[in-house]
């Protein structure tokens, strides 16, 4: 079994604009770019320094027209595609790409029983990371799934992936589980509020300062929707969404001057639970059954 099975390697951002995409991202979280295309598709790699992070491609025009919206995408690493996607199906979720060459390895872009969409992937050609790059300014370093029901949720990702249930701090009031692939904690999940339409994954990007990076989000035409939110570790973040509705999130630090001036502290009890902003519910709408990742020949 490889080292990467089971850990998020790559992610993907799916956009109705290109050039504004990599000019927010470029802003906010310091991306730079890479040209990555073939003759038949157009690809960039987000990269930071001189190493590929997540790459970025067009949103498929049929996919536009049944509704889908921008958005980011998780690929897992997996031993075995075609296996992962039959199981993924007994297990009562659904395979909506099936495992297909792609211009990034072999992909499957699958939900789990509660719709929540992520991708598959074996043989990542690009952006291989080691685990200390996880907590390095540029890198995802957290990775959530608001869930339906959080606790059937982990029974599938267990099943599939072998993620571990890691014990949060002693004290929590709110039920947010965190959870290891290869002895390494690499996420949380909950159960989302009622109001919240669908279940999705949500991608936390490292930067230096949270409180100049959300600036950067809306100074570009993001929004920020809640936050910033103080975490146990010290650390802070912020939900947002660029100017084409992707959900995506930022974990940084913050200046003692920031601080100071907001007062309070969000974090009560030793709290882990990262609550999705209410105003999410005004963009994540697209049913996530649908669609958005087009097969690469």
């Known amino acids: 079994m490889s080292d990467h ?9 799916l956009t109705t604009d290109i050039a504004a995409a990599k000019a927010f991202y470029g802003s906010v979280v310091g991306w730079g770019e890479q040209d990555a295309s073939t003759p038949e598709f157009a690809y960039t790699l987000f990269t930071s320094g001189t190493a590929p992070v997540s790459g970025l491609m067009e949103l498929p025009e049929e996919a ?38 792609s211009n990034i390895g072999r992909i499957s872009v699958v939900a789990d029983p509660q719709t929540a969409t992520l991708a598959l992937v074996k043989g990542l050609k690009a952006g291989q990371s080691a685990r200390a790059e996880l907590d390095e300014p540029g890198r995802v370093g957290w990775h959530e799934l608001l869930a339906a029901d959080w606790e059937k949720a982990f029974v599938f ?23 290891s692939s290869g002895g390494q904690t690499i996420g949380g999940m909950f ?54 509705g992707s959900a995506f999130a930022l974990q940084g630090k913050r200046s003692p001057d920031a601080v100071k001036q907001l007062g309070w502290s969000t974090i009560k009890n030793g709290s882990l639970l ?5 105003q999410f519910d005004a963009f994540i709408t697209v049913d996530s059954n649908l669609p958005f990742q087009q097969n690469i020949d």
């Not at 099975?5 to 951002?13: D, K, N, P, Q, S």
């Not at 509020?193 to 930067?207: D, G, H, M």
């Not at 939110?229 to 973040?237: K, Y």
Request: proline share 5%; net charge neutral; charged share 25%.
């Open 5 to 13: 099975h089971g850990r998020f390697v790559w992610h993907e951002l």
């Open 64 to 101: 536009r027209r049944m509704g889908a919206m921008s958005r980011w995408v998780g690929y897992v690493g997996v031993d075995d595609i075609d296996a992962a996607a039959d199981r993924i199906k007994r297990l009562g979720g659904a395979v909506y790409v099936p495992p297909t060459d």
């Open 157 to 179: 990702y267990n099943d599939l992936f072998g993620w571990r249930k890691v014990d949060a701090e002693s004290g929590s009031t709110d039920k947010y589980q965190l959870f």
């Open 191 to 244: 159960t989302k509020r009622a109001q919240e339409p669908i279940p999705f994954w949500l991608y936390y990007f490292n930067v230096g300062d949270l409180d100049a990076a959300t600036t950067r989000v809306t100074n570009g035409g993001g929004q920020v929707f809640e936050g910033p939110l103080e975490m146990p570790d010290g650390s802070w973040v912020a939900r947002c969404r660029d100017p084409q």
């Open 274 to 278: 990262r609550l999705a902003a209410s």
